[in-house]
């Protein structure tokens, strides 16, 4: 069974993150070949990257104990779901942060999107596959985009993401492509 970290990226007090992390938890519980954990970047308490040297030169060794407690947890997972909000066309500050404070944990894994917003968190996730792929990571295909329909009837409606067809079926394919892209590179890690 694979070992999934599931990233919610967005620490506002009134986020949305929380409603769709669920979303993606139940569906993948349902499956039975990937257990998600939560990584919620309000409880990782990050700082501002602050090394003094970028992570691709220091090999990923971070001297802020903070830094290097996430870069630790990181590297027990074998995959990652990150859910992205979208602000003024780009990712929260926060999620960017995480990814630039660590790079081991990240390396040689695959990495799904499940975006929300106007446009579905598209510009956002199109930024973090750039972000990710400098990490080494695998930013696999198929997304997720709650965008303005159905985003405004969850938002304020209390209308349910499963209740959106095109929805589950979007991130049914997403948790294929994690689970098959999350075996090939934990075998190729291993071998």
Known sequence: MLNIG?????????RF????AQWVQDAASARGDM????LDLREADLPFFEETLPPLMSGGDFKNPRAAAWEERLGAFDGFVATVAEYNYGPAGVMKNAF???????TRKPIAFVGYGGVGGARAIQQLRITTSGLRMAPIG?????AADSFMAALTQGKPLGDFDHLNQALAKLLDETAFWGNALKAARAA
Do not use: F, M, Y
């Open 6 to 14: 599931l990233i919610v990226g967005s620490t506002r007090p009134e």
């Open 17 to 20: 993150s929380e409603t769709v």
């Open 35 to 38: 257990a998600l954990t939560q």
């Open 100 to 106: 630039d404070n660590a790079l081991k944990g990240w």
């Open 142 to 146: 198929p997304e997720v985009n709650i």
